[in-house]
């Protein structure tokens, strides 16, 4: 996917919006995109922390992890014609503004569209379909009596990883925890 940065074409950022205008982007401070969307909208702005769903292995299984998809990057655009931009340089969270040279950055609609979508199809996408273990991979057990042991994954789900493995000169299935399964390298 390709995204393109404009230049705003108004001599004054945040006049004559319309839902038809694009949106400006931020540079937040380090880990701090959630807390510039707060004081963003607090602000009155209409604000896009767009995040991805991810999954992590914890000891009950994989969990799921909200991330954002652009670190430290933000969207944002006044929610009325005559709101100023000018207050977000000083908005907690925010570092700065992204300009080409006088002239704030801007992402266009449909753009933003893409990127919505994007997200929904990856937030609607179960551990199974997201998980780093997909049925064929060859995998090493650990943290468990078998330690060591290989085998291929033959299906995934939030809980478990199923394997087969070779165990006394027959394949069985075998049910573990993902944390109890790591990738070798292919």
């Known amino acids: 996917m390709s995204m393109s940065l404009s230049r705003v074409e108004s001599s ?3 006049k004559g919006e319309s839902d038809e ?3 400006y982007v931020a540079y937040t401070q380090p880990q ?4 510039a969307q707060i004081n963003l909208t607090l602000q009155g702005f209409e604000v896009y922390l767009c ?3 991810t999954f992590k292995k914890s000891p009950d299984g994989l969990i799921a992890v909200w991330q954002p ?4 990057y933000i969207f944002f655009r006044p929610a009325h014609a005559g709101q100023s931009i000018s207050v977000v340089h000083s908005t907690r969270g ?3 503004v992204l300009r080409f040279g006088q002239v704030p ?3 266009k609609p449909e753009e933003l569209c893409t990127i919505r979508a994007m997200e929904s199809a990856q937030n609607q996408a179960d551990a199974g379909e997201t998980s780093p273990f997909q049925p064929g991979l060859k995998v090493r057990l650990q943290n468990c009596g078998l330690n060591g042991l290989e085998g291929l994954v033959h299906s995934v789900s939030s809980k478990r990883v199923t394997l087969l493995i070779q165990l006394l000169g027959r394949e069985k299935k075998l049910q573990l925890e993902h944390h109890q399964v790591e990738l070798l390298d292919q």
């Open 69 to 72: 998809m652009f670190p430290r």
């Open 12 to 14: 004054e950022p945040g």
């Open 105 to 107: 950055a801007m992402l």
């Open 51 to 53: 995040q991805y769903k």
């Open 94 to 96: 925010i570092a700065f």
């Open 21 to 23: 205008q694009g949106w």
């Open 32 to 35: 701090r995109e959630q807390l």
